[in-house]
């Protein structure tokens, strides 16, 4: 007797195009015969097994989310990193910028205490520029004067507090203040107030 | 595969433009589709999306995958229109971005399925007052068990029994041999027939 049926003769022989010589040993081998009466049996099951019919308000919907996916596609086609210049991004990320380089670039521009590393004269201390007070109103600081009132307020923070904002590695303020750019101070009073209206520790 | 008559109801051709004819066929929807006309597009969506559906569902045999891969599958299409030649027909090229879909689909992640457990399912009531319902019941033990087959016997057992596909398309979609195609359908056979046990 021939060698018992292999899988892919099993398949063919469900096909109709079995060899005759696996056809031959098919009738005579009860092992095969058993093998393949439970692959049919299976087949069949597996045939009959129907997708179950979704609600028929899901056909429209299959539409709808199709047509979303082109439009966020189409309109938002970029999918690189150019896919970030988009307003709500830019503005806030420039926002952070423009402080990060005031602060920077001030750093770099004043005499330090060599003893300490730190600013030679602190906000509030005796080298200090004499600040402008002028009235607070609750809202954010802008103008004229506004930059001086937010050092003269932030000078009275205790130190944990300018550690917190980081405030405590720059060197003097009040001098670094006299050379940045108005959207450079406009940026530094913005960081100072949020500094004075932290809730004190 | 069964083309969706069922009319969708929204369309931008419901709101702005005229309708794409249904007496148009699929290659000239795409054409259609290919000059800007998103309602063309939209008419070859409900023509096609029941049998996308379908062979998606087989592979993760759940609604919500079913559903995800079914916009992929069209979203996809459209992406790739310009791709299509007419050698085939639109339906069958469909199907194969479905098909394929699917298998990365199933490649990534096991199916969450349908919850059936194969050991307390086993059904010895009366087939009479409830035969429709052990008869569904059979068949999602079935579909669950098709499902829970490794990737590839999943998807020669699939693509030749339910879109009946011959063994050398199937071979040609996922990548392999007439002979492992139906080396695959056998062992899924197999394994079907193990895990299905006495309720076949």
């Known amino acids: 007797m021939t060698p018992c049926l292999g899988p892919d003769q099993f398949i063919d022989v469900l096909d109709g195009s079995a060899e005759d010589t696996a056809a031959a040993h098919l009738a005579e081998c009860a092992v095969c015969q058993a093998t393949l009466a439970e692959v049919r049996l299976t087949l069949a099951a597996a045939a009959e097994a129907e997708v179950p019919e979704p609600s028929p308000l899901f056909w429209s919907q299959v539409n709808a989310r199709v047509r979303d996916a082109l439009d966020g596609t189409t309109q938002h086609g970029a999918t690189g990193w150019w896919a970030w210049l988009r307003f709500d991004v830019i503005v806030p990320l420039a926002g952070m910028a423009l402080i990060v380089a005031a602060l920077t670039s001030a750093v770099g521009r004043v005499p330090t205490d060599r003893s300490t590393g730190r600013s030679a004269v602190r906000p509030g201390g005796e080298g200090a520029k004499a600040p402008v007070v002028t009235a607070t109103t609750g809202e954010p600081a802008s103008g004229d004067g506004a930059l001086e009132l937010m050092l003269d307020l932030a000078a009275t923070l205790p130190g944990s507090e300018w550690d917190t904002f980081g405030l405590a590695a720059l060197p003097d303020l009040g001098v670094v203040a006299q050379s940045l750019s108005p959207d450079e101070q406009h940026a530094l009073v913005v960081l100072l107030q949020a500094a004075v209206d932290r809730p004190q520790s | ?200």
């Open chain 2, 1 to 200: 595969m069964r083309p969706d008559t069922t009319t969708a109801p929204w369309s931008l051709a419901a709101s702005s433009a005229p309708a794409m004819p249904t007496t148009m066929t699929d290659e000239a929807l795409v054409e259609a589709s290919l000059a800007g006309a998103t309602d063309a597009f939209d008419e070859l969506v409900t023509r096609h999306r029941r049998a996308v559906y379908h062979v998606c569902y087989r592979f993760v045999n759940n609604h919500e995958d079913a559903a995800d891969l079914t916009q992929d599958t069209f979203v996809r299409a459209w992406k790739a229109r310009a791709t299509f030649r007419g050698q085939a027909r639109f339906s069958t090229w469909v199907h194969r971005i479905a098909v394929n879909v699917s298998l990365n689909q199933v490649s990534l992640k096991t199916p969450r399925g349908e919850a059936v457990d194969f050991d307390t399912m086993a059904d010895t009531r009366e087939p009479a007052p409830g035969h429709s319902l052990v008869v569904a019941e059979r068949q999602a033990m079935v579909r669950a068990a098709v499902a829970a087959l490794p990737p590839r016997q999943r998807a020669a057992l699939i693509l030749r029994t339910y879109h009946e596909l011959s063994h050398q398309e199937v071979a040609a979609l996922v990548g392999t041999s007439v002979g492992a195609v139906k080396a695959n359908v056998f062992h899924a056979l197999a394994n079907l027939r193990k895990r299905l046990g006495p309720s076949l």
